[in-house]
């Protein structure tokens, strides 16, 4: 035999616990959106970062021919630089410009001065651009985990 009391105890348990499974399941799809935001936005970065790459590698061998390399290292930097600043900030931007960590060996078909200084600036710059790479592909790999 139920009472009065244990059936609107009953209900009152059932609404809490539906309003709780509400809440949670809006919590979870919250997170998922913005997990999925986030995953799109690591993608476009590294999608812009491999551009990048494959933009410097193309000009570097464009030097050897080149009139004037210093403009086409220009336009290369001009490039970099504004996709950076776009996607990724000014910090990122800066850190490219700043790396310098690696050993260069200047190949025998650069002759002019004008020609060493744009080879050797934009391999250090697309090591900067890899190791970039590296980092948002790590990310991208931890948001799918």
Known sequence: MTTVGSSGSDALLGVVAVTLLVVTYGQWLYRSRRLGRLQ????????????????????????????????????????????LREQFGDSFARRIDAHSE????????????????????????????????????KDLASLEE
């Open 102 to 137: 690696f050993e260069w060996i200047q190949p025998a078909n650069l002759i002019s001065d004008e020609q060493v200084f744009a080879g050797y600036d934009t391999k250090r710059r697309l090591e900067g651009l890899r190791d970039l790479l590296w980092e948002a592909l």
């Open 40 to 83: 799109e936005r690591v993608r476009s970065r590294v999608a812009v970062v491999r551009e990048l790459i494959a933009d410097g590698e193309r000009t570097l061998t464009a030097y050897a021919d080149a009139s004037d390399p210093l403009s086409a290292h220009g336009r290369f930097l001009q490039r970099c630089d504004s996709s």
